[in-house]
């Protein structure tokens, strides 16, 4: 699957639970779907989805939680 078509199962899955979502549930998410085994691409992805300015985190790096950004742009 490419970047975009897991971009989109990722931002459906904070569309059903807004957060926290951490890195482990995607991850398994990605992998009950059959999308990516590694624990990197939900890393990865994770990240992309703050830099586009759609998710916040919070936490330590060894705990990072993130939070899909209320309709208003605010948290």
């Known amino acids: ?9 990722l931002r459906r ?11 482990g549930m995607v991850h398994a998410h990605y ?6 085994p590694q624990r990197t691409t939900a890393r990865m ?6 830099a586009q300015g759609l998710l916040y985190e919070t936490g330590p790096d060894d705990d990072r939680k993130f939070w899909l950004k209320p309709a208003g742009g605010g948290r």
Do not use: W
Not at 1 to 9: D, F, K, N, P
Not at 31 to 36: K, N, R, S
Not at 45 to 50: Q, W
């Open 13 to 23: 899955l904070f569309e059903q639970q807004p957060g926290p979502i951490t890195t």
């Open 1 to 9: 699957m490419t970047a975009r078509g897991r971009l989109a199962v």
């Open 45 to 50: 992805d994770l990240k992309m989805l703050v």
């Open 31 to 36: 992998q009950a779907q059959g999308i990516a």
